[in-house]
């Protein structure tokens, strides 16, 4: 007899990012995030590295400064069907990719389709991972957590919170890790949402504010603090403009800091996030996003 499997998602496993400048990118990922430059896909993008797999992120010059794909692991071609089938029956069009987008990805196999905001949803598996010629950065940096956990999160500004997220959490199968309502200014308050599919706190966020940009920041998780640090250090001696200042954040307790990436969005770069476990977890409201710093820079 076949397999059960959940028709969900496992894990953010790469993301498409479309840049102005690639020099720039080239050079912000590898010298300041501790990525690593490892050539280019069969499309031309250029891939980034920060573990075993071939690609986590797939720079593209096409100009957006923005993201332009996210591709969602699930564990193999049940679990990628299941999705199929259920995406289907919720009325969400699916397509299956052809053999160049396989190529590009690196993946055994993947459908996509669009979430209600238009971003094109990738969800793929068996990429192809890379043990024999091992993940280094030319930074003294520790490495990044990933494994069963993906690359790190996203949080993307929506214009239609009820809309994305019957897509996130029906269609894809993400659960609520938790909310967070904050003030951003007097009488101004936004509500956010923070889910999980796995024991990272959230890989995504959604933020129901309507911006140019679909992507707020991505969020790298480092193994040691001193990463983080070390990093902070680094990019003020070279004057990146920090989007918020070190701190600790309420509900996943990581300590990070934001910096402005050449596209403008933000990157999180932080340490000591605690995880979720289904089996214990309940679901909370937060009405600050931190315990302390995160102080935006003026
Ligand atoms: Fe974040």
């Known amino acids: 007899m076949a397999q059960q499997v959940e028709a969900k998602v496992g894990s953010l496993g790469y993301l498409g990012i479309g840049v102005k400048d690639m020099a720039a990118w080239r050079d912000f990922a590898a010298n300041v995030l501790g990525l690593m430059v490892a050539g280019e896909g069969s499309d031309g993008a250029t891939l980034l590295r920060m573990d075993e797999m071939s690609r986590r992120f797939m720079v593209h010059p096409s100009g957006e400064d923005d993201v332009?794909?996210?591709?969602?692991?699930?564990?193999?071609?049940?679990?990628?069907?299941?999705?199929?089938?259920?995406?289907?029956?919720?009325?969400?069009?699916?397509?299956?990719?052809?053999?160049?987008?396989?190529?590009?990805r690196a993946v055994v196999d993947m459908i996509h389709c669009k979430d209600p905001a238009g971003l094109r949803i990738e969800i793929f598996y068996g990429p192809k991972v890379m043990f024999d010629q091992p993940f280094h950065s030319t930074r003294p940096i520790s490495g990044f957590q990933t494994g069963e956990h993906g690359l790190g999160h996203i949080v993307l500004t929506v214009p239609d919170m009820k809309a994305a997220r019957h897509f996130y959490e029906d269609q894809l199968g993400f659960l609520i890790s938790d909310y967070i309502s904050m003030e951003l200014a007097p009488k101004f308050s936004i509500d956010l949402v923070f889910l999980h599919c796995n024991p990272r706190?959230?890989?995504?966020?959604?933020?129901?504010?309507?911006?140019?940009?679909?992507?707020?920041?991505?969020m790298l998780q480092l193994n040691n603090l001193d990463d983080v640090g070390s990093t902070h250090d680094l990019v003020k001696s070279r004057g990146i403009k920090l989007g918020m200042d070190l701190g600790k954040h309420t509900n996943d307790h990581m300590v990070s800091f934001y910096m402005q990436s050449p596209s403008g969005f933000e990157v999180e770069y932080g340490w000591g996030a605690r995880q979720i476990d289904d089996a214990t977890w309940h679901v909370t409201q937060h009405t600050s996003g931190s315990i302390w710093g995160h102080k935006r820079a003026g």
């Open 201 to 218: 706190h959230h890989t995504l966020a959604l933020a129901p504010i309507a911006l140019p940009k679909r992507l707020f920041h991505f």
């Open 68 to 104: 332009i794909f996210a591709g969602f692991e699930v564990s193999g071609k049940a679990q990628m069907e299941a999705l199929e089938a259920k995406l289907n029956k919720g009325g969400v069009e699916t397509t299956r990719a052809t053999d160049d987008e396989k190529k590009a």
